[in-house]
C-alpha cells in the first residue's frame, strides 16, 4: 500500500490532519492502536479556543459543537474568598471559549473520517517508523504489516513510538515536573457556576469545570502519586465544598461517573521533525491542563503541518517546527504561569503565597494583566 501521507494516531492531532489532509485532496492512512470504542470514550480535555472552534467550522465538522457546545465569554478566579470575572470576550475584541468534552471532538472527526472513505484502522498499533524511508510497521489482527509514503505524521501522544523513532542525539528536550497532581471527576450533576471557576485555596488548587448542562468536571489539586482508593466519594465532596464554596454558593453534587488522578508536566521535544517524520500534539509537547492547551496545541500544529504539506513547498515543510514552536512555547509559558499563580506550593512558604496573592490581586484590578490572561486563555490569532 503507497500513500501520501501517513498519520500514527487518531487523537486530535491525527484525525485534525487527516480531514485537512482530504479537503485538500491529500490521501492519507490513519492507524490507531486501540478501538473506536476506546477513543471515543476517552475523558480528556474539554476547553476549545475560539481558533479550536473557528477551524471545526470551517472543516465541516462542527454540526453538534454548534448545536451542544457550551460558549463561554469569560472565567472566574478566586481567592480571598471572593470571585472575580476575567471577562474574555470584552477584553479580547470579542472572542471567547467553548466547552465541549474532547471525546465529543473525537467522535465527530471519526464519523467525517468514515465518511471520506480514506482508511482508519483501529486496533492497528504501531511498533516501528524508520524517519528517513518514511516506513511504518504496524501489527493488526495478528499479521504486521508496513507501509511506505512520502511522509509520517507521529500523532500518537505523549507515549507514542514516533518519537522514540528518532536518532538519540537529534532531539532537545526541556521539561518540569510539578510536585502536584489533579484528582478529577465527572459527575451527572448540573454545573453550579455558567462558566469555570479556578480556585486559589489555601489547602490547595481546585477548579470547577463542567462538559454539559447536565455532568460536572471538577479536579483537586493533589500529590502526582495519589492512591485513589483514599479518596471515596464522600471525601471528594468535602473537599470540593471546602476548596469552592463561598456564603450564598453551593456546590451541585451527584453520582461520580468516571474519577483519576493525572499528574503535570512540561515537555517539549526539538525539533519536531527528522527526516521525514513530522511530530504533533501531545507526541511532541506536553503541558500541565491549568491553561486548558493540550488539545488546542494539538489541533494547531497540525493546522501549521497540513498547510505545509498542501503547499508542496519543501522550505515550507523544513520551517514546521520552527513554525509551530513559537505557539507552543507561547502556550508552555502561559501553562506554567497559570500552573504556578494557583495551586498550592510545596513549600508552603509565605513568601510564595502572598506572591501568588499579589499576582492574582494583580490580573484582577489591572486592565493590561487580566486581557494578558484572556488573549492568551481564548487563544492568540497569531505568535
Ligand atoms: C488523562 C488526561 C487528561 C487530560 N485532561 C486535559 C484537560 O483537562 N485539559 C486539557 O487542555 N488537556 C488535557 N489533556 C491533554 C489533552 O487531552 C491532549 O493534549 C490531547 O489529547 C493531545 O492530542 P493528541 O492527538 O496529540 O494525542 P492523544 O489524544 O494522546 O492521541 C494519540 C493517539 O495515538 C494513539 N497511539 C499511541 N501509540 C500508538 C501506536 N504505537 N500506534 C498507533 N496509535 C498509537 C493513542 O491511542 C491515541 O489515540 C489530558 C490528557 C490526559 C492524558
Not at 303 to 317: H, P
Not at 318 to 345: I, K, N, P, Q
Request: a negative charge.
Amino acid at each position: 500500500m503507497r500513500t501520501q501521507v501517513g498519520i500514527v494516531g487518531a487523537g486530535p492531532a491525527g484525525l485534525v490532519l487527516a480531514q485537512l489532509l482530504h479537503l485538500r485532496g491529500i490521501d492519507s492512512v490513519v492507524l490507531e492502536s486501540r478501538s473506536r470504542e476506546h477513543v471515543e470514550s476517552r475523558i480528556r480535555a474539554g476547553v476549545l479556543e475560539q481558533g479550536t472552534v473557528d477551524l471545526l467550522f470551517e472543516m465541516g465538522v462542527g454540526d453538534r459543537l454548534r448545536r451542544e457546545g457550551l460558549v463561554h465569554e469569560g472565567i472566574e478566579l478566586q481567592f480571598g474568598g471572593e470571585r472575580h470575572r476575567i471577562h474574555f470576550t470584552e477584553l479580547t475584541g470579542g472572542r471567547s471559549i467553548t466547552v465541549y468534552g474532547q471525546q465529543e471532538v473525537v467522535k465527530d472527526l471519526i464519523a467525517a473520517r468514515l465518511e471520506t472513505g480514506r482508511p482508519l484502522v483501529f486496533e492497528a498499533e504501531v511498533v516501528g517508523v524508520d524517519p528517513e524511508r518514511a516506513l511504518v510497521r504496524y501489527t493488526h489482527e495478528g499479521a504486521e504489516h508496513t507501509i511506505e509514503r512520502d511522509l509520517v505524521a507521529g500523532c500518537d501522544g505523549f507515549h507514542g513510538v514516533c518519537r522514540d523513532s528518532i536518532p538519540s542525539g537529534v532531539l532537545r528536550e526541556a521539561s518540569r515536573e510539578y510536585p502536584f497532581g489533579w484528582l478529577g471527576i465527572l459527575a451527572e450533576a448540573p454545573p453550579s457556576n455558567e462558566e469555570l471557576i479556578y480556585a486559589y485555596h489555601e489547602r490547595g488548587f481546585a477548579l470547577h469545570s463542567m462538559r454539559s448542562p447536565h455532568l460536572t468536571r471538577l479536579y483537586l489539586q493533589c500529590r502526582p502519586d495519589e492512591p485513589l482508593d483514599e479518596w471515596p466519594d464522600e471525601r471528594i465532596w468535602e473537599e470540593l465544598r471546602t476548596r469552592l464554596e463561598l456564603p450564598g454558593w453551593t456546590l451541585n453534587e451527584g453520582p461520580i461517573v468516571e474519577k483519576g488522578v493525572t499528574g503535570m508536566r512540561s515537555f517539549v521535544v526539538e525539533p519536531m521533525q527528522h527526516g521525514r517524520l513530522y511530530l504533533a500534539g501531545d507526541a511532541a509537547h506536553i503541558v500541565p491542563p491549568t491553561g486548558a492547551k493540550g488539545l488546542n496545541l494539538a489541533v494547531a500544529d497540525v493546522r501549521v503541518l497540513a498547510d505545509a504539506i498542501a503547499s508542496g513547498d519543501d522550505a515550507q515543510l523544513d520551517r514546521y517546527s520552527e513554525t509551530a514552536l513559537r505557539r507552543v512555547w507561547r502556550a508552555e509559558h502561559f501553562s506554567w504561569w497559570m500552573t504556578s499563580m494557583l495551586h498550592r506550593l510545596e513549600s508552603g512558604d509565605e513568601f510564595d503565597s502572598r506572591l501568588q496573592l499579589s499576582q492574582l490581586a494583580y490580573v484582577c484590578s489591572s486592565r493590561a494583566a487580566a486581557t494578558s490572561l484572556a488573549e492568551n486563555y481564548v487563544g492568540l490569532e497569531s505568535v
